[in-house]
């Protein structure tokens, strides 16, 4: 099975990679289209500034790519927010896979960004085989997607969220599997099992 973690100089590409050396897989870090065209599997990780992060898919195509893919794709994190149809984050438009927004959060109380665990409630997903409806995942982030009809999971920190969104092959996760411990390791063997 061909694994690709897209490499667009926004993600944290190489501890997708461990996690997935841990569960006994193999993934290429790239960014080339036939590459990432061929995989069976495509996970877009990402840390960083949106604007800059979708600047880079540009630069290769990578963003006008991964909407047209048919095999499963993961986002995480920032990739989650590049597939959305619009961030504020450098008021840019996203991939426009999933319909919603990502915004800032707002608040003079609770510290931003959000760096930490919180209980997600899960929907049925095939995502989410083998766990069950309440579980913790690792955020660090200090932009969320709007709930929508295609959020699997929700959370709240400072206003409900969508934590994990879903839409044909396309997944999202605005928590961070690689760093959640057992919880995030099964959600990473149920993507790659799709």
Request: overall charge positive; hydrophobic content about 40%; some cysteine.
């Amino acid at each position: 099975m061909k694994i690709a973690i897209v490499n667009y100089n926004a993600g944290n590409t190489k501890s997708v990679w461990y996690a997935l050396q841990r569960l006994g897989h193999t993934a290429i870090i790239t960014s080339n289209i036939d590459e990432i065209r061929t995989a069976d599997k495509v996970i877009l990780p990402g840390v960083g500034h949106a604007a800059f992060a979708m600047a880079e898919l540009k630069k290769t195509g990578i963003d006008k790519l991964i909407p047209l893919l048919t095999q499963p794709v993961l986002g995480i994190c920032l990739g989650l927010q590049l597939m959305c149809k619009h961030t504020t984050e450098g008021n840019i438009n996203g991939m426009g896979i999933f319909n919603t927004t990502v915004q800032k959060f707002e608040s003079s109380i609770e510290k931003i960004p959000q760096i930490g665990w919180n209980t997600i409630e899960l929907k049925t997903s095939a995502l989410f085989n083998n766990l069950s409806p309440n579980k913790y995942g690792y955020f660090v982030h200090s932009y969320y997607a709007s709930i929508c009809n295609e959020t699997i999971g929700s959370t709240t920190y400072i206003q409900p969220f969508s934590a994990a969104l879903e839409k044909d092959n396309f997944f999202g996760c605005q928590f961070h599997p690689e760093k959640s411990s057992t919880f995030g390791q099964t959600i990473l063997q149920n993507f790659i099992n799709l």
